[in-house]
C-alpha cells in the first residue's frame, strides 16, 4: 500500500505544479485554455523522407520504430535509443536524452511521426530527441499540418498545450460570441468559435490570417468600447449652462496680441476646442504636443475666451515649481492681452472688452490663511483662474461657476482625480502632455478623449545638437561644460540611479550621489546640487526654484526632472547610462534644454563603447521629433514602455495591432455605432 500511497502523493505534487504554472499563464478554466492563442504557427506540413532531409534543419518523417532500449551511460544519465526506418526503407539511429518514460511510451513495431533536426555524429546521421506523435486514428497534432506555438512556460511547453487543447476541442462551440452579431457581419469577420478552431486547428494559412484579423480587431473594439464607454460617462448629463459660443474676434485679437504668429496646429487645436464647448456636453480632449509645441499658449486662448464668457477656469499639474511657472506665464499672457485689447479700444478699433483677470496659485505648501481666501474667492466668483497641484481636488474647494478644466501632463493623474475635478461643476476638460504618442498608441491609451495634436514648434529655436558620447570621450565633454559655465550657462546631469546599487551587474551605471560628488572635485569652481525622488516635494521645489534662479551651475538628478520645467538658461544637458532610457524619454529630457535662442546640446553618455554603436541612441542624434522617436520606441521596446503608459493597459494589446491605424479606427468607428455615439474618428 505504501508505494501506491508515495504515487498518489506524487502525482497530487505534480498535478498541483501544473495547476499553478497555468494559473501564471491566466489559465483557470476551459474556456480560458481555449482562448490562450498561439503566437505562431509553424509549417510541419511537408513529409520528408530520411535520405531527402536537410541536414541541422526541423523536420518532420513518417515511418517506424524498432529496437527500443534504455541505457544508462558511465556518468549515471539515462538515454533512450531506437532504429527509426522511414516508408521508403531507409534507417537512422534516433536518441533521446535523459527522456527515460519514452521507453515506456512507444514499443517496438509503433508507427510515429518524428520532428526534429537530423544531425551528423561522426559517421553517422542521427536523429537528436525529436517530438514524436504516435500514428493512428485520430489526426496529428504536432506534425503533418499547421502547428500552432503557443507563449511557453518552463513547465507549460506548446506540445502539452496542444496536447491538452485537442482534449477539448469539441467544447470550442460552446464558447460565447463576445461581439455585436451586426459588427460580426459589417466588419466581415470570423465567428469567435470559428476563429478558435482555426488559430488551434488551421488546414491553411489563410485560415490563420482571418483569425488573426478577427482576434485582433476583437481586442481593439473592446479596449475602445471601454474608453468611450468612460467618455460618455464623464460627459454625463447635458446642459445649456456648459454651451461657449465661438468669439472668432476675440481669438484673432489674441493672436494679434502676441509677438510671434502661432503654428497651424496651434491654431486648428484652439478650433477644435472651441468648437466642442459650444456643446450642451462636457468636452473631453487631449492636446498632445511634443516638448516646446506651444501647449501652454492653446490653454492660454482657451482660458481668456471662457474669461469673456464670464466662466471660472481650473489648471492642475503635478508640482508646485510647475504651478507657479505657469501661473507666471499665464497671468503675464493674459495681463499682455487685457492691455492689447485696451488700448485697441481706446483707439476706437474694437467696441468689447475683457475685464483684467484674477489668477490664484493654489498648493499645499499655502499658509492655511491663505488658501482659505483663495476657496473663498473661488466659491464667491471673483477668482477667474486657479493653478494650482493636487490641492485643487480637495472637497473644501468649491467654485462658483467653473466651465474649463485643464491637467498638465495628465499620466501623471489618475481617473478618480479626473473624476473629482468633475465633481466641482461637470465643466470641459483638456488633457495635455508632452508626451510624444503615436497617434494610433493615443487613440487606443487614450480613446476616452477626442485628439489634438501639436506637430510644429512656435518661433525660431535652434536644434538642439545630440551626441551619443562612448567612455572614452568623456574629458572632451566636460572641458566643453566648463567653457559654457564661464559663458554664464547651466547643466542638467541625469543619471538612473539614486545611490549605487548592491547588484554586481549595476556597479558601473551612474548614481546622484557619487556623481554629485565626483562633479564637484571634477568642477571644484562650480556650485553643484542634487535632486532625487526621495526628497519631500519642498525640498525638489526648492532646489529647482534655486536652479532656475541661478544659484546652481550645474543639477545632478534622476528621472524625476520635470516635464515643462522651464530653465532658459540651461543649454546643456548629459544624459548618463543612456541605454537604459527608452528614446520617448530620452527625448523628454533632451527637452529640458533648447528653451531659449542660445545653441543646446544633449550627451548621451553609455557605459561601454558598445553601447555608443546603438541603432537606437543613434536615432536621437537623427532626430528630434518626438513623434518619430516614439514609433521607433513603439516598434523597438514594445508599448509598455512607453514613458507614461505603463498603467494604461497597451501592454494587453498586440504590437501589430497598435501600428496598424486602419484596424484601430475601424475598431472605433464600430465601437462609437455599437454605443450610439456618432463617428468621428480621424
Same mark, same amino acid.
Given at each position: ?39 505562431? +504557427? ?24 524498432? /529496437?527500443?532500449?534504455? *541505457? ?26 535523459? $527522456? ?7 514499443? =517496438?513495431? =509503433? ?15 542521427? &536523429? $537528436? ?17 499547421? %502547428? ?26 460552446? *464558447? /460565447? ?12 469577420? !470570423? @465567428? ?19 483569425? $488573426? ?7 481593439? &473594439? ?114 499682455? &492681452? ?20 484674477? %489668477? ?18 473661488? $466659491? ?34 489618475? %481617473? ?10 461637470? @465643466? ?7 508626451? @510624444? ?10 480613446? +476616452? ?5 501639436? !506637430? ?19 574629458? %572632451? ?41 565626483? !562633479? ?122 512607453? &514613458? ?39
Amino acid at each position: 500500500m505504501e508505494p501506491r500511497t508515495t504515487l498518489t502523493t506524487a502525482n497530487l505534487k505534480t498535478t498541483t505544479e501544473y495547476l499553478e504554472a497555468l494559473a501564471g499563464l491566466g489559465i483557470r478554466t476551459v474556456e480560458d485554455l481555449l482562448l490562450y492563442l498561439p503566437r505562431t +504557427h509553424e509549417d510541419l506540413s511537408t513529409m520528408q523522407t530520411v535520405g531527402s532531409a536537410p541536414l541541422d534543419t526541423k523536420v518532420t518523417i513518417s515511418g517506424t520504430v524498432e /529496437d527500443i532500449r534504455l *541505457i544508462r551511460t558511465k556518468r549515471g544519465k539515462k538515454l533512450v535509443t531506437a532504429t527509426f526506418t522511414d516508408r521508403e526503407g531507409e534507417s537512422i539511429e534516433v536518441l533521446w536524452f535523459n $527522456q527515460p518514460h519514452i521507453k515506456r511510451m512507444l514499443a =517496438d513495431g =509503433d508507427d510515429v511521426v518524428l520532428t526534429g533536426k537530423i544531425v551528423e555524429n561522426g559517421y553517422k546521421l542521427q &536523429f $537528436q530527441s525529436p517530438i514524436f506523435e504516435k500514428e493512428g486514428k485520430r489526426p496529428l497534432v504536432h506534425a503533418g499540418r499547421l %502547428v500552432a506555438i503557443y507563449p511557453q512556460h518552463e513547465k507549460i511547453t506548446s506540445k502539452w498545450l496542444r496536447e491538452k487543447i485537442v482534449l477539448v476541442e469539441k467544447m470550442i462551440d460552446r *464558447i /460565447d460570441e463576445n461581439l455585436p452579431e451586426d459588427i460580426v457581419k459589417e466588419e466581415e469577420l !470570423l @465567428p469567435r468559435p470559428a476563429a478558435l478552431r482555426a488559430m488551434h486547428f488551421p488546414d491553411d494559412p489563410e485560415q490563420v490570417l482571418k483569425a $488573426q484579423e478577427r482576434f485582433a480587431f476583437e481586442r481593439m &473594439f473592446l479596449l475602445q468600447k471601454n474608453v468611450l464607454t468612460e467618455k460618455q460617462e464623464w460627459q454625463g448629463e447635458r446642459s445649456d449652462k456648459l454651451k461657449i459660443p465661438m468669439d472668432v474676434e476675440l481669438i484673432r485679437t489674441f493672436f494679434q496680441s502676441l509677438k510671434f504668429t502661432p503654428t497651424d496646429s496651434q491654431r486648428i487645436a484652439i478650433y477644435e476646442i472651441l468648437r466642442d464647448m459650444e456643446k450642451d456636453q462636457p468636452m473631453s480632449r487631449l492636446l498632445e504636443g511634443d516638448v516646446g509645441s506651444g501647449k501652454t499658449l492653446v490653454a492660454t486662448a482657451v482660458i481668456a475666451h471662457v474669461l469673456k464668457h464670464g466662466g471660472q477656469s481650473a489648471l492642475m499639474v503635478p508640482t508646485e515649481v510647475l504651478a507657479k511657472q505657469h501661473a507666471q506665464n499665464i497671468t503675464r499672457l493674459l495681463i499682455h &492681452f487685457h492691455s492689447f485689447i485696451e488700448a485697441k479700444r481706446k483707439a476706437g478699433e474694437i467696441n468689447w472688452s475683457v475685464r483684467l483677470p484674477t %489668477v490664484a496659485l493654489l498648493t499645499g505648501s499655502l499658509p492655511p490663511k491663505e488658501a482659505l481666501a483663495i476657496k473663498q474667492s473661488l $466659491q464667491n466668483g471673483t477668482i477667474d483662474l486657479v493653478i494650482g497641484t493636487h490641492a485643487l481636488i480637495t472637497e473644501t474647494v468649491q467654485f462658483k461657476n467653473l466651465l474649463f478644466v485643464i491637467v498638465d501632463e495628465q499620466h501623471r493623474f489618475g %481617473v478618480s482625480q479626473r473624476m473629482q475635478l468633475k465633481e466641482k461643476g461637470t @465643466p470641459h476638460f483638456l488633457a495635455m502632455t508632452a508626451t @510624444p504618442i503615436p497617434r494610433t498608441l493615443a487613440l487606443t491609451a487614450y480613446g +476616452h478623449h477626442d485628439l489634438s495634436v501639436l !506637430l510644429e514648434k512656435p518661433g525660431n529655436r535652434q536644434k538642439i545638437e545630440t551626441k551619443v558620447v562612448p567612455p572614452k570621450d568623456r574629458l %572632451v565633454v566636460e572641458r566643453f561644460i566648463d567653457v559654457q559655465i564661464d559663458q554664464g550657462r547651466q547643466i542638467f546631469v541625469i543619471c538612473p540611479l539614486i545611490r549605487e546599487s548592491e547588484h554586481e551587474d549595476m556597479n558601473e551605471i551612474k548614481n546622484v550621489q557619487q556623481e554629485t560628488e565626483r !562633479l564637484k572635485e571634477s568642477f571644484s569652481r562650480r556650485r553643484i546640487a542634487a535632486l532625487h525622488g526621495q526628497m519631500s516635494a519642498q525640498e525638489k521645489d526648492d532646489i529647482m526654484r534655486r536652479f532656475k534662479e541661478k544659484e546652481f551651475d550645474i543639477l545632478v538628478s534622476t528621472a524625476v526632472i520635470e516635464v515643462g520645467i522651464d530653465v532658459p538658461n540651461a543649454t546643456i544637458i548629459v544624459i548618463e547610462g543612456a541605454e537604459r532610457f527608452g528614446l520617448a524619454q530620452l527625448h523628454q529630457f533632451r527637452g529640458r534644454v533648447g528653451r531659449s535662442d542660445e545653441k543646446s546640446y544633449c550627451y548621451l553618455f553609455t557605459t561601454t563603447p558598445e553601447q555608443a554603436r546603438s541603432v537606437r541612441l543613434k536615432a536621437m542624434e537623427k532626430h528630434d521629433s518626438g513623434f518619430v522617436l516614439a514609433e521607433i520606441d513603439l516598434k523597438i521596446r514594445g508599448p509598455g514602455e512607453l &514613458f507614461g503608459l505603463r498603467q494604461s493597459g497597451i501592454p494587453e494589446v498586440s504590437l501589430t495591432s497598435l501600428l496598424n491605424p486602419e484596424l484601430i479606427v475601424r475598431a472605433r468607428r464600430a465601437a462609437e455605432r455599437s454605443l450610439g455615439m456618432s463617428a468621428k474618428t480621424a
